[in-house]
């Protein structure tokens, strides 16, 4: 076996802060490694030494590929050493068409000129690899999220890179699509490329590498082949103690109704005559955890943005213990009690130029101001109580919120709500990007949301932290819901054949 | 102990800010300037650099609020004209000076609520709509005056332009407690926070629970008011409505705001770093006259100090968010 790529005795600061030191690597051609670890532990920032982002110089130690040592001084470098980068949030250009996207910088020309018969040839050639299934010429607005990541792949294929960067490629999949996603990683190593590859879906990572390496605190602590290993091994690891328990739930006693909804139906934004929501009633009571699963595009985000107030619904009927509450924006729906973690967090749950503690306060600034002047001193108290309360981890409260790992700032977003008085907490895909130390803190603040009476109704991508979290599922699919199972009655097949209509293909 | 500390921590917060660069850059430039030409440094030419700095500033604390929310507000020289304007017109009409300076102020409003009524209702883009909003009022005011100025204006109004308190004039009093209120309003209300929120970022703003579109059209709205005393002043500054004043203002006061530290992107700046901007701004041409510069390159120097002032500024924010 050939040691394609090399890292030795690297060590990474940003100002003061050691990200991880002295780590030493050395990967053989065609594996597969998998790359683990709490948000924070370094992971993301080795791959961005390797692709380029930080250049030779910023970093001490030495990287070397296939037995010569390189010094990268820009992504440029790195690509040209045979490495591509598939990033976490998806660079595609959506006007452009699929086969422009796979070449764009590279397109093969004569003399300057671009011969586009050759491109969408050797376009589908790339999108045959990756088994996307759409036509070269289409344009890659019209795709979904993860044909968007399936194409991100072809276009990184068409490089014939060496080594394949991967940070966290399935964060914003389905499980089905994540699993399509592996099998074409897989389908990689038949070509000798070899992958590092970083994810926070331990079964994913344990399904997939042939290699786990957990790094904690900066410091490589375990590298492990696969069938030395397991799920409950690689916890302990990542975290530095034993997980017993991922989920905390507990028995509470569910109370009154406090949420429900009737018949709310939402058209389509982009199809005419289309509804992506279709006449969705449930309901939930105090103390209750509703679990809300679908597959992207199922409508289950949209279901929550109309209930919230922030896309127009066209009928449907919103009660809050019992009396009809009406909402046409989102400051209604806080009124009346309700409360929405969205589900992209750098779009609509975070403000990136604001620090920890004006992040906390945006959504309730009548409870830090009188008459309309902020009362700075319980302003700063608050936010540090509730600061102190999850244990977000910043240098403090006025530490600007981009300084956080996706986990803290998750904590921050949460921590907006429950500085308000809320009976409803809609959370949308909570831990999201988010490592499992983290995970866990944020199950632990639901569970005692729960505890103290409020209503919870809980989106997810992830079957098994619905299932280990919540009283009762339902299953939404093409804007209708399939399937509604307590607790005890769901399993993965009931929910997934219900998330996917099995049974009623149209 | 406490005590001390706190203030230890609020001495190095001052080196720290931003501004303090600038400010920096304020007096060396100005003793640079001083060294060359000594004039510089003269009573008469420092209350001069005040009140050329107020009328700038005045619109700029104005264009600070749309900047912030994420706008931009290029309407605003047409606005000095036209308020201007109307506010002479109706002077010479013989209405009472209070009723039309309040006449004045009422026609910016109605401008920024044009603005605001294209960008929040019709979604057309912030540059694109007090970019029509920009000629339509400089149209107005050449169809109405025929190009012609509008005077004599009564004494009592041509006063308020000349008048001082020992030795400051009115309009540096003026923009300076515009100044302190813009700075209160940005930084100690709720009002303010928004604004920052909706710049930072609107998708979280709206999911906030804060409304959107009134707060954006409030920032237009005070765009426009503050324009429009900008203008009534320099009408009684002149003692006459001229049709072309305010011709390519908006430009120095974006130049003013955006050297002060004001992101265009939205959600970043200050009513102090704007305050220093248009100071700066004023201390280099006045200063580029004094050492003999020619006007020539004065417009090329400004334009540099632009590219390197947001390319510091970009630097820095990079090395923070990295």
Known sequence: ?????????????????????????????????????????????????????????????????????????????????????????????????????????????????????????????????????VDPHETARNLSTSQHQLLSIAKALASHPKILLFDEPTSALTEADAANLLEIIKGLQKRQITCLYISHRLEEVIHLADRIIVLRDGMLISDKPKNEITINQVIRDMVGR???????????????????????????????????????????????????????????????????????????????????????????????????????????????????????????LQAVSRMGLIQKNQERQLSQTYYDKLQIRATGIEDNILHLSGGNQQKVVLSKWLLKDIKVLILDEPTRGVDVGAKVEIYNVITDLARRGLAIVMVSSELTELMGMCDRLLVFSRGKIRGDFPRQEATQEKVMSAATCVDDLM | MVMSEKSANRVTNIFKAKEFGLFMILVVLSILIGIRNPIFFSFHNIIDIFRNTSYTLIIAVGMTFVLVAKGLDLSVGSMIAICGMVCALFLSWGYPIFFCILTGLLTGAAFGAINALCIVVFHIPSMIATLGCMYMARGLVLVVTKGAPVYPLPKEFVNLGTRTFFGVPFIVVLSFIICLVAHFVLNNTTYGRRIYAIGGNIETAKYAGINVAGTTASVYIISGVLAALSGIMTSARMGSGQPSVGDGTEMTVITAVIIGGTSLNGGVGTILGTALGALLTNVLSTGMNLVGISAYWQKFVTGLIIIVAVGIDQYQRRKVRS
């Open chain 1, 242 to 364: 034993a997980l017993d328990e991922m989920y905390p739930k507990q028995q509470i006693t569910v109370g009154d109704e406090v949420l429900r909804v009737e018949g709310i139906t939402v058209a389509h934004p982009y199809i005419a005559g289309k509804n992506i929501v279709e006449d969705i009633s449930f309901s939930v009571s105090a103390g209750e955890i509703l679990g809300v699963s679908g597959l992207v595009g199922s409508g289950r985000t949209e279901t929550m943005d109309a209930i919230f107030g922030c896309s127009k619904r066209k009928s449907g009927k919103i009660y809050i213990q019992g009396a009809e509450v009406h909402i046409v924006r989102p400051s209604d729906a806080m009124k009346a009690g309700i409360g929405l973690v969205t589900e992209d967090r750098k779009r609509s749950g975070i403000i990136p130029t604001m620090s920890l503690r004006e992040n906390m306060t945006i959504a309730d």
């Open chain 1, 1 to 133: 076996m050939t040691i394609v790529l090399e890292i030795k005795n690297v060590s990474k600061k940003f100002g003061p802060v050691t990200v991880f030191s002295h780590v030493n690597l050395s990967v053989e051609k065609g594996q597969i490694v998998a790359l683990v670890g709490e948000n924070g532990a370094g992971k993301s920032t080795l791959l961005n030494i390797l692709g380029g982002v930080y250049p030779a110089g910023t970093y001490e130690g030495s990287i070397w590929i296939e037995g010569e040592e390189k010094r990268f001084r820009g992504e440029k470098d790195s690509k040209r050493a045979g490495i591509e980068m598939i990033h976490q949030e998806i660079s595609i250009h959506l006007d452009l068409s699929v086969a422009e996207n796979i070449f764009l910088g590279n397109l093969s020309n004569r003399k300057g000129f671009v011969s586009w018969k050759q491109v969408y040839l050797d376009a589908q050639n790339y999108l045959d690899i990756v088994k996307l299934n």
